[in-house]
Nanobody, 129 residues
């Protein structure tokens, strides 16, 4: 069973930056595909980015690649989401997701299709205008 804990959310003015972190625990072997998603009130969940093996596979799943950047510290079982030039429309609950990935081939299926079965509780990001 994989547990995910997000942190780093908060309230910032437009144009500000935040760095979200997600620490994974509870899996005993192999690697994880991990990603970030967000959901704003009244909207469906939206993929942001996902990563495998310190960037062997990295995909940006939505339109924020120019402002958001995903990275991973595999040794620390942690992924990060650096968010710059935040806009009010970025206000949402941000969730970390994970799925065991045996190899890069599996990662190339899991990540683009968003086949994640483990989710964190989320961290709130609020951007004021």
């Amino acid at each position: 069973q994989v547990q995910l804990v997000e942190s780093g959310g908060g309230s910032v003015p437009a144009g500000g930056s935040l760095r979200l972190s997600c620490v994974a625990s509870g899996y005993t072997s192999g690697s994880l595909c991990m990603g970030w998603y967000r959901q704003a009130p009244g909207k469906s969940r939206e993929g942001i980015a996902a990563i495998y093996e310190d960037g062997k596979v990295t995909r940006y799943l939505g339109p924020v690649k120019d402002r958001f950047s995903i990275s991973q510290d595999k040794g620390a079982n942690t992924i990060y989401l650096q968010m710059n030039n935040l806009k009010p429309e970025d206000t949402a609950m941000y969730y970390c997701a994970a799925e065991p990935c045996e190899d890069q081939i599996q990662a190339l299926t899991v990540i683009p299709k968003g086949i994640f079965n483990y989710w964190g509780q989320g961290t709130q990001v609020t951007v004021s205008s």
